[in-house]
């Protein structure tokens, strides 16, 4: 019998392997047809989207460089849909820590104190967190208190982050009256990090988070009672589990997580806020963090490795548009194919079972 | 013409493996009467008419409809032979008007939904039976007695000649139970055939012609209404016909002498908790539960028994009194608080609020007990291989059939999931065991293995308040038995005063 569910677990990932390269080939499939209405030559089409990451270092790094904030966006998602609840601000908790460690960064630097990197960075990324973990503290509190459903406020926060973001960085205080555009000013050198190779020294942090969500979710007693309610809420509640506590807990780390895709591209790519970064990247990791959520299905461990491959779509997208004047759209198409093939496939395989 | 069967079940047979819900059942109903169909929580009163519903079908038996041999795969043959079914809760659409509630899904017109027609229609109907509600005002903003009404006539407006009303007073207050009787009445006389659900025989003597009484899956009797009497249906309902009880499906557990402690584990001071939809809630309940005793609660479902498991282990509710453990109030304390007061409980629902379907035996093994210094390093972390050893011994000492811990527990079977709700309860030393309806459900021999593991707990000095809608299981192992009716304690009688007659009267409120 012991060895009866070895065999069903080795299925298992025999099954799971067999529903991503299905719907992968199927949303390709689909993407090269349309490709082929638009007159591209469709071999050259896939092949620089596929490889654009791998054949120079460049792409590779910049690969890297969007698969780190997507790593925290995507986490931000995954963490409450454990406990079937949708996080879909992580955008605007994303934007809310990106814009109030510049604040914080900024305010220290101009008034005339300056701090070593030592205390700089880490003190940069506990604001990161705690700005973050405060957007998804609303929602949870929202949900816990009077039972608001987290998808409204989140999104309502996602406007509210955004125009935040605007105030600050049009704000004649932070702005840098050397720019046309509204940009802050730069960051201090201490409040920044650097490349090692090309590759975001942040990388480090994104290694940790996937450890921290792992360790919280299987070894924890906090990542038990989020488990516990996602299994059954009747349940858990039955058995003594403080559902209240437990989702303001479980949106403020999603939050937190959120929070940390903004500090990370303000402290390591951008060094300082830009305007349009709310609508650029924000959105984009916002939103891909969802997709890559939902391809693996809420599972810790899959989450590198599907943000991974999302950023490596992207980066093969930018390529596109460049040398072959591709839409993006069309990768995006592809994107959401994939996802959408894969939950179809999922829920398929699970209904036989 | 009036003395013809309209529907007749015969020898009707249907298991749930091993459990035998009903046993060669035979029943028929005459046209144009109200049919009582009586008998306790668990008789089998929902499972005969769900296989008239065609939402079962029967492992034997023959189904006749206006003589002549039907079957009856899914309600969508039910409902063409003409048999309309009234839930217990209602199913109707709280959003949409009565007129739009009672053509939803009916076949229109093909692209139109000719709803001022229908309506004239619906109108027409209800004034010839004698049924009157507002047709154009949403149903959320109505009665529960005028929902039933708009019920019964979305069920007649159908084509149904057969009517089946599933504990049609459940919802319902004493004048609108009058009310629907009126319109019973009104029914039957406009040419429609009744089979009225229930387990109140006050009820039962005033709605029906004839009653046929259900026990354990069989037929106890069949009386008229002219030639019968509340004493004679108690009778029927609660006790076993002659010297049945070898044959019944209750083991025989032996239950020793046993010390009772010399003060009480659980004291309850007055409570008063707020009702539910489904239910009364309590109403200054007190009693006193000693260790070494089966402290048994009988009461028909919805007359505060829930409220009463709820409270033992999450006291937040109670609205007024007090509750005390080891001499200890917990009025303020949370689930995990009184759980570590060496308090466990095994829910009524076990699927629902019993275990976590996706979730390992492990996981399940320590739910309720994850705040307990045992299962936990550093306060923050799991530990889970005390977990699994603790999972291991469960499934060993109660006998799990399963090949691993880690199998989500939902591919168990029920006798087995439930072998490990009860388990759970015992891993760390308890003082009282709060168990609601633990047997219900289950084949023989796993409710002997409850039964002896009650019988056990009691024995080594532990408090078992047991609450139990099975009179005839209460009566084999508790110590003593209350009696639970609209949220009121009905008294409580020591082992040498059980009497079958006397507590099914209390327990139905005569």
């Known amino acids: 019998m012991e060895k009866d569910v070895k065999r069903t677990e080795s299925s298992t990932i025999i099954r799971n392997i067999f529903v991503y390269l299905v719907s992968v080939l199927l949303a390709l499939g689909i993407m090269a047809i349309v490709v082929l209405l638009f007159g591209f030559n469709v071999s050259k089409v896939l092949r620089t989207l596929l490889t654009s990451s791998f054949r120079t270092s460049f792409g590779f ?21 454990r406990i079937k609840f949708f996080n879909i601000g992580g955008w605007g908790q994303m934007l809310f820590g990106a814009t109030i460690v510049t604040v914080v960064g900024l305010t220290i630097s101009k008034s005339g104190i300056t701090l070593p990197a030592y205390i700089m960075i880490p003190l940069l990324i506990i604001v990161g967190i705690l700005a973050g973990g405060f957007f998804g503290l609303i929602a949870g509190s929202l949900t816990a208190k009077y039972n608001i459903n987290p998808i409204i406020s989140t999104i309502m926060l996602n406007f509210v982050g955004v125009q935040f973001l605007n105030f600050i960085a049009t704000n004649p205080y932070f702005k840098d009256p050397l720019e046309g555009h509204p940009i802050t000013l730069p960051l201090p050198k201490s409040a920044t990090l650097g490349f090692f190779g090309g590759i975001p020294n942040s990388i480090i942090f994104a290694v940790i988070s996937i450890f921290f969500v792992y360790i919280l979710i299987k070894k924890t007693r906090l990542g038990y009672e989020i488990n516990a309610i996602g299994y059954n809420l009747d349940a858990a509640k039955t058995y003594g589990i403080n559902f209240p506590r437990i989702i303001i807990l479980t949106f403020f780390i999603a939050g937190a997580l959120g929070g940390l895709a903004g500090t990370f591209e303000v402290m390591n790519i951008h060094k300082k806020l830009v305007e349009g970064f709310a609508s650029t990247s924000g959105a984009q990791y916002g939103t891909f963090g969802i997709l ?10 899959g989450v590198p490795v599907a943000a991974f491959f999302m950023s490596v779509l992207l980066v093969g997208a930018d390529a596109l548009q460049r040398t072959m004047q591709v839409p993006v759209e069309l990768v995006f198409l592809s994107q959401a194919l994939i996802v959408l093939f894969i939950v179809i496939i999922r829920q398929r395989f699970e209904r036989r079972v | 013409m009036e003395d013809e069967n309209l529907v007749e079940l015969r020898n009707i047979r249907k298991a749930f493996g091993e459990v035998v819900a009903l046993d060669n059942v035979t029943f028929s109903v005459k046209k144009r009467e109200i ?4 008998g306790e929580n668990g008789s089998g009163k929902t499972t005969l008419m769900n296989i008239l519903y065609g939402l079962y079908s029967p492992d034997k038996g023959e189904i006749y409809f206006e003589g002549k041999r039907v079957k009856i795969p899914s309600p969508f043959d039910s409902i063409k032979l003409g048999i309309g079914m009234v839930h217990q809760v209602s199913t109707l659409v709280p959003e949409f008007t009565a007129t739009e509630n009672i053509i939803l899904g009916t076949e229109g017109d093909k692209y139109t939904l000719p709803i001022n027609r229908e309506r004239e229609k619906i109108k027409e109907m209800s004034k010839n039976l004698g049924v009157k509600f507002p047709l154009n005002v949403k149903v959320k903003e109505l009665s529960a007695g005028i929902k039933q009404k708009i019920e019964i006539i979305r069920a007649l407006y159908r084509g149904a000649k057969l009517l089946i009303l599933d504990e049609p007073t459940t919802s319902l207050v004493e004048s609108e139970f009058q009310e629907l009787l009126k319109s019973l009445k009104a029914l039957v006389n406009g040419g429609v055939t009744i089979i009225f659900i229930t387990h109140k025989i006050k009820e039962a003597l005033q709605a029906c012609d004839r009653v046929t009484v259900l026990r354990r899956g069989r037929v ?3 009386e008229k209404r002219e030639d019968t009497n509340k004493e004679k249906l108690v009778k029927l309902m609660f006790m076993e016909k002659e010297i049945r009880v070898t044959e019944s499906a209750i083991p025989k557990v032996e239950l020793p002498p046993c010390k009772k402690s010399k003060e009480p584990v659980l004291i309850l001071k007055n409570v008063s908790v707020e009702g539910g939809e489904k239910s009364v809630g309590l109403n200054n309940v ?7 005793e089966i402290f048994g609660v009988a009461s028909v479902s919805g007359n505060g028994e829930k409220e009463l498991a709820e409270i033992t282990i999450n006291p937040s509710k109670i609205k007024n009194g007090d509750i005390l453990i080891s001499a200890k109030s917990v009025k303020n304390y949370e689930t995990l608080d009184v759980f570590s007061n060496g308090v466990f409980y095994t829910p009524e629902d076990r699927i629902k609020e019993g275990i976590l379907p996706e979730g390992s035996i492990k996981e399940n093994i320590l739910l309720g007990h994850h705040a307990k210094k045992r299962f936990l390093r550093n306060n923050i972390f799991i530990n889970w291989e005390e977990a699994r050893k603790t999972a291991l011994d469960v499934i060993k000492n109660y006998n799990v059939i399963t090949p691993t811990e880690e199998l989500a527990i939902r591919r168990l079977s029920g006798g087995n999931i439930q072998k490990v709700i009860i388990g759970r309860a015992f891993i760390s ?12 459900g289950l084949d023989i021999s796993t409710v002997e293995f409850i039964f002896k ?16 809608e099975d009179l005839d299981e209460l009566i084999i192992i508790s110590d003593r ?9 009905k008294g409580i009688f020591e082992r040498e005063e059980f009497d079958k007659y006397k507590i099914g009267l209390l327990m139905i409120g005569g």
């Open chain 2, 453 to 468: 593991k009650l019988v056990e707990t009691r024995n080594s000095g532990s408090a078992v308040l047991w609450i139990n």
């Open chain 2, 220 to 222: 106890q009797g069949i």
């Open chain 1, 61 to 81: 790094q910049e690969t890297i460089k969007k698969t780190i904030p997507l790593i925290f966006t995507t986490f931000a998602f995954t963490l409450p849909f």
């Open chain 1, 292 to 301: 890559t959520s939902l391809i693996v299905a809420g599972d810790p461990i």
């Open chain 2, 286 to 292: 007190s009693f006193e539960v000693y260790g070494g």
């Open chain 2, 481 to 489: 038995i209350a009696v639970l009716h609209k949220g009121e304690l």
């Open chain 2, 429 to 440: 030393p308890i003082n009282l065991l709060v168990t609601h309806n633990p047997t219900s």
């Open chain 2, 35 to 38: 049919h009582g169909l009586l």
